[in-house]
C-alpha cells in the first residue's frame, strides 16, 4: 500500500468547510484513497472513498488531484461533532485480505 | 447498517490471566480484524482472518491468539494478560464482496486494564 502523509492537526471554526489534504505521491494506478474518522473513545468511522473522480456522500466530499499524488477530504459545514482524527488511507480493493495500514491521521478540531 | 459489537466497553483483569475479548459482525463479512490502539502509536493490527477457521498474523501477533469457529464471530485471546497489554481494543470486518466498498466497519472498542 502506498504511504501517506497528513498534517498531525487543523483546526475550523463551526460552519465552515474543513479542508483536510492528503499526500500519496507514490500511489499506483490501481489504489483507492479511502478517509475513515475517529471520534474520541470510538471505532474508525469510514467516510468514503475514491479512486480518480472526485466523490461527494452524505457526509463529505473528497477531491483528487488529477496526477492522483494528493486528495483533500472536504466537510462542507462542520460542526463542533465532527472534532475527531481522521485517516487517510490508500489501497487496492479486495486484495491482502482487506488489511488496512492507519498512520496517525489528522486531528481535527472544530472550535466554536 | 452494518454492526459489529464487542463483548464489552471496559475490562479490568490482573496479569496472569486468560482473556477473551469477543466480536461479533451481524453482515456476513469474510474478513474481520483485531487492532489495538495506544496513545502516540495509532492502530496496529495483530490478527485478521479471511474465512473460518483462517487467521493470519498482523503486525504485533506476540503475545495473543485468535479463533474464528463461525463467520461471524473472532475472538481474540491473551493466554496469560501482562501490564503491557493494557489497550484499546478494536474489532473490525470487512467485505470481498464483488461490488463491496472494502471498507472496514469497526466496533466500538474494549479498553482492557491489566492490573
Known amino acids: 500500500d502506498a504511504k501517506t502523509t497528513q498534517p498531525p492537526s487543523m483546526d475550523c471554526a463551526e460552519g465552515r468547510a474543513a479542508n483536510l489534504p492528503c499526500n500519496h505521491s507514490?500511489?499506483?494506478?490501481?489504489?483507492?484513497v479511502y478517509w475513515y474518522r475517529q471520534i474520541h473513545s470510538q471505532g474508525p468511522q469510514y467516510i468514503i472513498h475514491g479512486l480518480k473522480n472526485n466523490e461527494t456522500n452524505e457526509m463529505a466530499s473528497l477531491i483528487i488531484t488529477e496526477d492522483r499524488k494528493s486528495s483533500t477530504l472536504i466537510l462542507p459545514h462542520a460542526t463542533l461533532r465532527d472534532t475527531a482524527v481522521y485517516y487517510c488511507?490508500?489501497?487496492?480493493?479486495?486484495?491482502?485480505?482487506?488489511?488496512?495500514?492507519f498512520g496517525d491521521g489528522t486531528t481535527l478540531t472544530v472550535k466554536p | 447498517d452494518v454492526k459489529v459489537t464487542q463483548s464489552s466497553r471496559y475490562l479490568v483483569k490482573r496479569t496472569g490471566e486468560k482473556v477473551f475479548l469477543e466480536c461479533v459482525q451481524d453482515m456476513d463479512h469474510e474478513n474481520m480484524f483485531w487492532y489495538r490502539q495506544d496513545p502516540g502509536l495509532g492502530l496496529r493490527l495483530i490478527y485478521f482472518s479471511y474465512d473460518v477457521k483462517m487467521k493470519e498474523k498482523g503486525d504485533i501477533p506476540e503475545g495473543y491468539s485468535v479463533s474464528r469457529e463461525k463467520k461471524e464471530r473472532f475472538s481474540l485471546i491473551l493466554e496469560s494478560a501482562s501490564t503491557n497489554q493494557t489497550s484499546m481494543y478494536l474489532c473490525?470486518?470487512?467485505?470481498?464482496?464483488?461490488?463491496?466498498?472494502?471498507?472496514?466497519?469497526f466496533g466500538p472498542g474494549t479498553r482492557l486494564t491489566v492490573l
Open positions: 507514490t500511489i499506483s494506478g490501481n489504489e483507492y
Open positions: 488511507i490508500v489501497r487496492v480493493p479486495r486484495t491482502n485480505a482487506g488489511k488496512s495500514t
Open positions: 473490525a470486518s470487512s467485505s470481498l464482496g464483488g461490488d463491496s466498498t472494502d471498507t472496514q466497519y
